[in-house]
T-cell receptor, first 111, second 117 residues
């Protein structure tokens, strides 16, 4: 069964630290991979989308990479802030926006 | 910034009752979606909708579910006879074209928490 896995499930870091969230997927024939942020009681906010032909995307302090051959993506957050505390989800798009989500990494950034 | 809006934010219903969850996608978007997230589980795809018909649907989206775009702004998910296991957060999403060829993000609403008693 094709699936998306995220590790760690939870991460707590002090403010200012750089961190990496990991996502692995079993279906190499994906069209793109997206990273989302989910705040409690809120919807999902798309942070970065990487097309299958791309290697990475950057937005501000966020950088996402994609390695299709190994089935891995990482989300790098630089100089973390307490406002970055949220659950981060990755999802692969294998069939025209029929997306498969990972279970998420719950990030806490301590002041 | 334009956003996807969902109503109600919380819905409580009795098992066997029909519920309609409502969504207003972003106005210039053409593709619409429903996803759900059972408490403690992953977000799951239900259905995508384009040009007034279902584009894709998952195995979760059985005959108890239906979607409709009743007018130019609303997109609804109907559950005909709710079951306990339908309790979940239901997210509506939309995108401009749904095209695989474009660098296109999905925009999600804040969700409707459905509780079936």
């Amino acid at each position: 069964k094709q699936e998306v896995t995220q590790i760690p499930a939870a991460l707590s870091v002090p403010e200012g630290e750089n961190l990496v969230l990991n996502c692995s997927f079993t279906d190499s024939a994906i069209y793109n991979l997206q990273w989302f942020r989910q705040d409690p009681g809120k919807g999902l906010t798309s942070l970065l989308l990487i097309q299958s032909s791309q290697r990475e995307q950057t937005s501000g302090r966020l950088n996402a990479s994609l390695d299709k051959s190994s089935g891995r993506s990482t989300l790098y957050i630089a100089a973390s802030q307490p406002g970055d505390s949220a659950t981060y989800l990755c999802a692969d798009d294998h069939n025209n926006n029929d997306m498969r989500f990972g279970a998420g990494t719950r990030l806490t950034v301590k002041p | 910034e334009p956003e996807v809006t969902q109503t109600p934010s919380h819905q409580v219903t009795q098992m066997g009752q029909e519920v309609i969850l409502r969504c207003v996608p972003i106005s210039n978007h053409l593709y619409f979606y429903w996803y759900r997230q059972i408490l403690g589980q992953k977000v799951e795809f239900l259905v995508s909708f384009y040009n007034n018909e279902i584009s894709e649907k998952s195995e979760i989206f059985d005959d108890q579910f239906s979607v409709e775009r009743p007018d130019g702004s609303n997109f609804t998910l109907k559950i005909r006879s709710t079951k306990l296991e339908d309790s979940a957060m239901y997210f509506c999403a939309s995108s401009v074209t749904g095209s695989l060829a474009t660098n296109e993000k999905l925009f999600f609403g804040s969700g409707t928490q459905l509780s079936v008693l």
